[in-house]
């Protein structure tokens, strides 16, 4: 049932996060309260709205091939976790020398960097299994340490 209501949360990120940015900054919270209360287990495994989606629809599409292994290695990883820091701190940079940044820019952010790493996601499981994305996102990696 949490994994259900957490793809829907994804699906309606994806689909409504540029109209109502705060989604984005809801997400971030609540990201935030499960790794307070349950850690990276409980978070990656049934409360990630991408993972779930993942688990819940994709896989239904996923051919369940294995990835290739230089994928989840700490290479990969210090890779996708510098261009995403490199992506989030340009925007952020970018939207508080235009004028600030507020939550709603926060979730603008947010969103945008959720459909890049989705563009990388959906395929990836489309051609290997449907959680290969998992294996190096900067999110469930850092949660790890």
Known sequence: MIKWGSALL???MMGLGWRYPLLGTSLLLLMGSVVLLGGRRKWCASACPRGSFLDVIWSRLSPR???PRWLGTWRTYLVALSLFVL???TQAYLAY???G???RGLGFIFWRMCVVSSLIALPLGLWYNHRTWCSFCPVGRLLRL
């Open 97 to 99: 020398a235009s004028g």
């Open 87 to 89: 992506a989030f701190s």
């Open 65 to 67: 091939r294995p990835a």
């Open 101 to 103: 940044l507020d939550l």
């Open 10 to 12: 994804y699906v309606t």
